[in-house]
Each structure stands twice: as C-alpha cells, then as structure tokens.
C-alpha cells in the first residue's frame, strides 16, 4: 500500500538525490498536475506572495518547458526551464532542468516517476546531476543562489546556520 | 562547511532510520555504545557499525573516557547537514499539500463534471 502524504529524501549514489510522495489519486491525475499549465500553476512554487505567471509546456520528447516565478510584494522573479528528454504517459517524465541563476554547473537531469497501485499514486523523483561536486554543492545550502533569496524559509535556515 | 566528500558521507549517514535514532538519543547526552545498542533489536557489532558511520561523516564523536568511550553528538555538523534537507522539505512538503488539495478537487470534478462552476 502507497504511504501518502509523506516526503522521503535520500542520496543516491555520489551524484543524485531522490524523493518519493504518494498521493491519494489515481496516476492519470496525478501526471495530469504535473504536466498542464493551468495546473501546475495551482500548486508548484505559488507559496504566499509568490505566482507562476510563466507557464510554458511542450510536452513531447525535445520540447521546452518555462516557468517563471514571481514575487510583486517584493519585485523580484525566478526563471527555470529545460528540455524534455524522455516521456511515456502517464508514467514517467525526464526533462533537463536549469535556473536562470544557477548554482550548481551544467544540468540537472529530473526523472518523474509514476507508479499506480489501486487509487493511488507514488511519485518517484530523482535529481541527477552532472557530477558529485555539483550534487554536493547543491546539498551544501547556497547562500548566494537565486534560489536562497527567492525563498524565504530558506534564507531563513541559511542565516540561522551562518552564524 | 564540510568538505565535499565529508559531506557526501553526512547526508548518506543520516538517511539510515536507525543512524537517525541513536543520533536522537545523542541530542540528550553523550552515551556509551550499550547504552545506544538497547533500544534496538540488532546486535552491538551492527551498532557500532552505524557508529563508525557516524563518526566517519563529523556527526558524533568520542568521548575523553577511554574505558566507556561514550560518544557524543557534534550538533554543529549535524546543523550544516540538515539546513539543505529542512529547507527542501519545507519546499517540496508545501508544494505537494497544495498539489493535494487540487488533486481532490479535481477528482470531485471528475465524479461530478456537469456541475462544475466557476466559483
């Protein structure tokens, strides 16, 4: 039985990083939120004071998709895109992954996986990325990244452990 | 901030259940290694395995006793590491609550598509 409602994170081998959540849906929904614009707006990085205006898929293998993030209150915005590598509906999604400021060399490759079992549904996600030094740089909490200042829990945690 | 490969090994060593628990245990005081084995059904050789893990990754550390050789809990190491790992969660743990809430409504819409609205 899917345990739902949990986040598990883990390393894997000296370059990936991996998370699973389950999901009390069944898998064509669950692929659905994560592949239509008009949905993914509805939950992917909209935390208080923050939307995705920017919310471009195409979702075929060699596709681009586009997200930017944007924070009015505070006037600053976050970019990430990349490329769809590999697709196979409704189970499984790999796409590259880069930040308009990123922090860590080359690309990240992200797998999504899904697996069906009765009415519900485990997301595996797995980080790949370039090397093991741009693994652990990325474990190694960035204070300078766009991402850090972007949210704010973050720099929170980030300011609290630099002192 | 811990070095590259010393911080491969800390994030490795604390996705162990177990490694997570005896660090628990060491957050109230340093303990000698029976002590940490009790709560546990495995064997003491297995204990201090996942001690030597521990300590390899900077997270504890022994104490000054040679003959208790108690260990402690190097709370310093064990903040870096988790700093990356609190702020993830909160990140992801907050998408995906939202991202079930949509999930129910959409499966409500799907049970009852005619009388979806605009509200």
């Known amino acids: ?163 | 901030m811990n070095s590259r490969s010393q911080l491969d090994q800390t994030f490795a060593a604390l996705a162990d259940p177990t490694r997570r628990a005896i660090l628990a245990r060491l957050a109230q005081g340093e303990a000698p290694v029976q002590e940490l084995a009790k709560p546990f059904s495995i064997s003491q050789p297995a204990i201090s395995r996942h001690l030597a893990v521990l300590e390899k990754a900077g997270l504890i550390s022994r104490g000054q006793d040679a003959q208790r050789r108690p260990r402690r809990l190097e709370a310093r190491a064990l903040g870096e590491a988790t700093a990356w790992l609190e702020s993830f969660r909160a990140y992801w743990e907050g998408n995906y609550a939202r991202l079930d809430t949509l999930l129910e409504e959409m499966q409500a819409a799907d049970k009852k598509p005619r009388k979806r609205t605009n509200s």
């Not at chain 1, 614009?37 to 060699?62: F, H, K, M, N, Y």
């Open chain 1, 1 to 163: 039985m899917i345990e739902t409602g949990v986040l598990k994170i883990g390393a894997q081998g000296d370059k990936e990083i991996v998370y699973t959540r389950g999901f009390a849906a069944p898998r064509g929904l669950v692929f659905e939120a994560h592949t239509k614009p008009e949905l993914v707006q509805r939950w992917l990085g909209v935390r208080a004071g923050w939307t995705l205006p920017v919310c471009e898929i195409d979702l075929r293998v060699g596709g681009k998709y586009r997200f930017v993030w944007k924070n009015e209150a505070r006037g600053i915005e976050m970019g990430m895109g990349g490329e769809y590598v590999k697709i196979i509906t409704p189970e499984l999604i790999s796409c590259t992954e880069r930040f308009d400021q990123a922090w860590y060399p080359g690309d990240c490759l992200v797998t999504q996986e899904f697996f069906e079992e009765g009415e519900r549904t485990l997301l595996k996600v797995t980080l790949g990325y370039e090397n093991a030094a741009a693994r652990d740089g990325v474990l190694a909490s960035p204070m300078e990244s766009g991402l850090a200042e972007s949210y704010d829990e973050l720099a929170r945690i980030l300011e609290a452990h630099a002192s």
